[in-house]
């Protein structure tokens, strides 16, 4: 089997373990991995199917404990604004300026979780700042395949509970993709044959996101994070390496 096929079933199976633990970063570690081996228009694309389906899941069955809806409708607005953006600024910039920045994004997530781990939104401010931090996030989203140097570090800012961080978060995520997929439809980079490597992909995600959830119940999130963090400093250097030296 060839090597990026089999790397992109582990990087899916990571991120599953990750999304089931903690509702949020498979991008970080599938968008990456997959960018080395077949350019980042192609993991954008590819990731876009599971990104809907698996959020789609977990803002189920977390519902009941979504932030009130004056919070959640302005940030599903402005994300889905964003990924649209993003979608065209994919199709426009050279796969060099792709990697750098998703690269960047990684780097970037990285280091504002080192640097300010203990840093904390209150929610008025953020109920405020939703929108426009939205759009910037969808935005990274459609153009890089990675939202969580935003994203992540927002919403994980106001210190929610497990069960409405991972509704929250979900919802976030959701609403980026369900304007990604048809944007990438309509620009052209989603075809029949990424469609079915994203439905062959959505295999060891969900394989992986009750082992994820288990897991959670014994792992302290800080352990994960660690794990997560060292990963995605290897992966962002192997980005920066194959954009400068490839």
């Known amino acids: ?16 373990v990750l999304k089931g633990a903690i509702g949020a970063g ?6 990456p991995i997959l960018s080395l081996y077949y350019g980042v228009p192609f993991a954008v694309t590819v990731f876009a ?38 979608t065209v ?7 060099q300026i ?52 935003i994203s992540l ?17 979900s919802a976030f995520f959701l609403a980026m993709s369900l304007v990604q997929l048809p944007a990438l439809w309509g620009v052209g980079l989603l075809t029949g044959e990424k469609l079915l490597y994203s439905l062959g992909l959505c295999i060891p995600l969900f394989a992986a996101m009750p082992l994820g959830g288990w897991l959670a119940r014994f792992i302290p999130p800080a352990m994960f994070e660690r794990i997560v963090m060292a990963l995605l400093v290897l992966i962002a250097a192997r980005l920066l390496w194959a954009a400068f030296h490839g």
Do not use: C, H, K
């Open 26 to 31: 498979t991008p970080v570690i599938a968008v």
């Open 98 to 149: 792709l990697m750098i920045s998703v690269a960047g994004a990684t780097l970037a997530y990285v280091g504002f979780r080192l640097a300010r781990p203990d840093w904390q939104l209150g929610y008025d401010l953020a109920a405020r700042v939703v929108l426009p931090v939205s759009v910037l996030a969808g935005i990274m989203q459609g153009a890089a395949g990675i939202s969580a140097p």
């Open 153 to 169: 570090t927002f919403i994980s800012a106001l210190r929610l509970e497990r069960a409405a961080f991972i509704g929250t978060i």
């Open 89 to 95: 600024i994919l199709v426009s910039l050279p796969a």
């Open 49 to 86: 199917l599971p990104a809907v389906l698996s959020n789609l899941l977990q803002l189920w069955q977390f519902r009941r404990d979504l932030l009130p809806a004056r919070f959640i409708w302005p940030m599903g607005l402005g994300a889905g604004v964003g990924a649209g953006l993003g």
């Open 1 to 16: 089997m060839e090597t990026g096929i089999v790397m992109a079933i582990l990087a899916f199976a990571m991120g599953g």
